[in-house]
């Protein structure tokens, strides 16, 4: 059977997932993946689905992500303490496992595409003008 979305319910909220949404049966093509946390219900509606499935999201992202929250805690956008070159990123890789050549990013279309990845977005949340900048491997 091919579904137009799938469902994950009972999350617990404690628990961060990576679900993904399959499609040409036995679990063959990975068509959707989202990551979730601090919600017990997550719904994919990239259909066509032929079945779905979920894992837990690895500690060691989770652990980088708090590393670098408490980083941009100590030091906000536009302190220098402690700091004696940067360096801007070339690369985003989102949480659907999208990846974009941000190199030539400047400004507030470099922040705008930073402030989707740091809430978590998909590539399907990503504007059309950044489209040109997805990469494919």
């Known amino acids: 059977d091919i579904f137009p979305s799938v469902g994950f319910y009972g999350i617990p909220t404690s628990w961060t997932l990576s679900v993904r949404g399959h499609s040409g049966g036995n679990c063959r093509n990975t068509r959707e993946v989202q990551r979730v946390a601090n919600t017990n219900f ?81 590539s399907s949340d990503v504007d059309e003008e950044f489209s040109a900048l997805k990469t494919v491997e």
């Not at 990239?46 to 941009?72: C, I, P, Q």
């Open 42 to 122: 997550r719904c994919l509606t990239n259909g066509w689905f032929s079945g779905g499935g979920y894992g837990f999201a690895s500690k060691k992202r989770g652990a980088a992500v708090d590393a670098l929250s408490e980083l941009s805690a100590r030091f906000p956008a536009g302190s220098q303490e402690g700091c004696t070159s940067y360096a801007k990123p070339d690369l985003l890789l989102l949480a659907d496992g999208g990846k974009y050549d941000i190199a030539g990013v400047e400004g507030e279309a470099l922040t705008e595409i930073y402030d989707l990845a740091k809430a978590g977005a998909n």
